[in-house]
């Protein structure tokens, strides 16, 4: 069975930092392209960060700089570190799984609040 399991999100005031980890099992990880997506209430789905099986990453606009992705294969464990929070970035944050054949898995997602 197929699982993607997020953890590391909450509370944090605008300034602060985060980091998110995506823990998979059932899949061969390592040959899987993994990112990070995020929905905001009432708003759609929205690309953060992906990092291929090769290494390479790609981030949207608005959190290059702050954002960094990374994955440990060998913890079948991608992450997302968050610093210099807004209250904007304030969404539920998924983590998604692109298998070699284009087939995609997602979790259930990390709630992140950004507040004073």
């Known amino acids: 069975q197929i699982q993607l399991a997020e953890s590391g999100g909450g509370l944090v005031q605008p300034g602060g930092s985060l980091r998110l980890s995506c823990v998979a099992s059932g899949i061969a990880f390592r040959l899987y392209n993994m990112g990070w997506y995020r929905q905001a209430p009432g708003q759609q789905r929205e690309l953060v960060a992906t990092l291929t099986a090769g290494g390479s990453t790609n981030y949207a606009d608005f959190v290059k700089g702050r954002f960094t992705i990374s994955r440990d294969n060998a913890k079948n464990t991608v992450y997302l570190q968050m610093n210099s929070l807004r209250p904007e970035d304030t969404a539920v944050y998924l983590c998604?799984?692109?298998?070699?054949?284009?087939?995609?898995?997602w979790g259930q997602g990390t709630q992140v609040t950004v507040s004073s």
């Open positions: 998604n799984a692109l298998s070699p054949a284009t087939r995609d898995y």
